[in-house]
């Protein structure tokens, strides 16, 4: 099962503390100044840049050195298999994996896994994790004064259906610092991986909330340049997902390839 491991952490880590005193004004400014290079161009940027500067550790987040190919057969001999045998239904409701309630809004967050052409992808593992209502992670690297959930780790799995449809129940994360620059907030969000059938078709990309005030300030959400690009990494409240007097829903599609492909993360590392 996915875990809140160094995927998430790494990229909260600037490049040095002179980077961490940086303040937000002057990151805003930087982001301000990349997004009207990038209207006055006039080439459509769907991903994220490689080297995003206002982002400061992205420059540690792909290759510098050339790509190698490796032998496909041998890889299929090591790679793992996944099955419905192997994961539970129960796992993907992550308010109900300790001894009480959760603290925070319980949720629907559910959507379809599709190809370029809007076909549904079947049987894809979809894991994801995220911070508690408070922000936190459950890491030993996440020492900011937000306090732990003893009922709440984070983590969850499923698989898609026929109609590549996934489904989680959990509790609305909460904005939490990083050390990017000083006084920098992420926005509210969950990591989201994906595999085919091995490890080598992993895919890993962040879901949002509608409406957050912490876009226009966030370096990660904003390497982005394409406005177009990045709202579709904001889920849609749905009303029709919401369950009386339990949840509310929230909707968010996902697709792997073509012109509205979903950014992930291996993008900006290749």
């Known amino acids: 099962m996915a875990s809140e491991d160094s995927e998430t952490f790494d990229h909260d880590t600037p490049l040095s503390s002179d980077d961490a005193a940086d303040t937000q004004d002057a990151v805003s ?26 982002y400061r550790s992205s420059i540690l987040r792909h290759p510098t050195k050339d790509l190698h190919h490796t032998d496909p057969e041998t890889i ?3 790679a793992p298999a996944f099955g419905h045998q192997d994961v539970n239904a129960l796992e993907s409701d992550l308010t109900i994996q300790h001894n009480g309630d959760p603290v925070g809004e319980r ?20 894991e994801v994790w995220q911070a508690n209502a408070a922000g936190r992670y459950i890491h030993k690297r996440d020492q900011h ?3 732990i959930d003893p009922n709440f ?15 989680f129940t959990t509790i609305k994360p909460g904005p939490y610092p990083w050390k990017n620059h000083h006084n920098a907030w992420r926005p509210a969000h969950i990591h989201f991986s994906l ?10 990309t962040q879901m ?10 966030d370096p990660i959400y904003q390497s982005i340049v394409d406005p177009k690009a990045r709202e579709r ?3 849609t409240y749905d009303h029709g997902i919401t369950e009386h007097e339990w949840c509310t829903g929230y909707r968010w599609d996902i697709v792997l390839s073509g012109s509205n492909r979903t950014w992930m993360e291996e993008d900006e590392q290749a």
């Open 29 to 54: 400014r930087e982001i301000a100044s990349l997004g009207e290079e990038y209207r006055r161009g006039g080439t459509e940027e769907t991903q994220p840049r490689i080297d995003y500067r206002p």
């Open 76 to 78: 299929e001999l090591w």
């Open 107 to 126: 949720m629907i967050v559910t959507g379809r896994v599709l190809d370029g052409d809007g076909r549904p992808v079947r049987n894809q593992l979809v």
């Open 145 to 147: 004064p937000a306090p």
């Open 153 to 167: 780790t984070g983590v969850g799995r499923c698989l898609t259906d026929d109609d590549g449809t996934y489904r």
């Open 195 to 204: 595999f085919g059938t091995d490890f080598t078709q992993r895919m890993i």
């Open 208 to 217: 949002y909330f509608p409406g957050d005030p912490l876009f226009d300030l």
């Open 233 to 235: 990494l904001v889920a």
